[in-house]
């Protein structure tokens, strides 16, 4: 069955302290790997798509990569406002899998 | 706006009770799905429409649920006989294609609570 596992299930970062957050994925064949913000009380919300081994994307303090068997979104230089909880999801059919989230707090 | 609209945001029910949840999606995306997310995880997939087809249905869609998306539009999320463990937030979201970039826009959900 495809799986999601995301770690650490809750980080807590100062202002300007850049840090990793890692997805690992069992997938029988990747159909992309997704990432999503998602703030309390709120839907989640579109960051990326990577699809092959090697990619990698950004937006503003956001960079997604994409290895084999995981993929790390890396955060540089975070502000309070990147506080939120980040999920990842794979696709095995028509809609997304997603991992339980980590969540993220930036104190200033 | 236009984004993905669903009503009511939160309800009260008494276990036992029916409830019913509408979502209306972005007027061009015929691309419609139903998740359940429970405090702590991430959204759980219940369904998904194409169109006014249901194609996909996830088995922790239990009996008691159904869902509808007559003419293709907005669609309704039907919820029989409440049990406690049915309180969560439900939510829709839609999409324009599939194979794409997979973003689904989510609404802002429904948070049932079953007493």
């Known amino acids: 069955e495809d799986q999601v596992t995301q770690s650490p299930e809750a980080l807590r970062l100062q202002e300007g302290e850049s840090s990793s957050l890692n997805c690992s994925y069992t997938v029988s064949g990747l159909r992309g790997l997704f990432w999503y913000r998602q703030d309390p009380g709120k839907g989640p919300e579109f960051l990326f798509t990577?699809?092959?081994a090697g990619e990698e994307k950004e937006k503003e303090r956001l960079k997604a990569t994409l290895t084999k068997k995981e993929s790390f979104l890396h955060i540089t230089a975070p502000k309070p406002e990147d506080s939120a909880t980040y999920l990842c999801?794979?696709?095995?059919?028509?809609?997304?899998?997603f991992g339980k989230g980590t969540s993220l707090l930036v104190t200033p | 706006d236009t984004g993905v609209s669903q009503d009511p945001r939160h309800k009260i029910t008494k276990r036992g009770q029916n409830v019913t949840f509408r979502c209306d999606p972005i007027s061009e995306h015929n691309r419609l799905y139903w998740y359940r997310q429970t405090l702590g995880q991430g959204p759980e997939f219940l369904t998904y429409f194409q169109n006014e087809a249901q194609l996909e249905k996830s088995r922790l869609l239990s009996d008691r649920f159904s869902a509808e998306r007559p003419k293709g539009s907005f669609s309704t999320l039907e919820i029989q006989r409440t049990e406690q463990g049915d309180s969560a937030m439900y939510l829709c979201?839609?999409?324009?294609?599939?194979?794409?970039?997979?973003?689904?826009?989510f609404g802002e959900g429904s948070r049932l609570t079953v007493l």
């Open positions: 990577l699809y092959s």
């Open positions: 979201a839609s999409s324009p294609r599939t194979g794409g970039g997979g973003e689904l826009f």
């Open positions: 999801a794979v696709r095995p059919g028509y809609a997304l899998n």
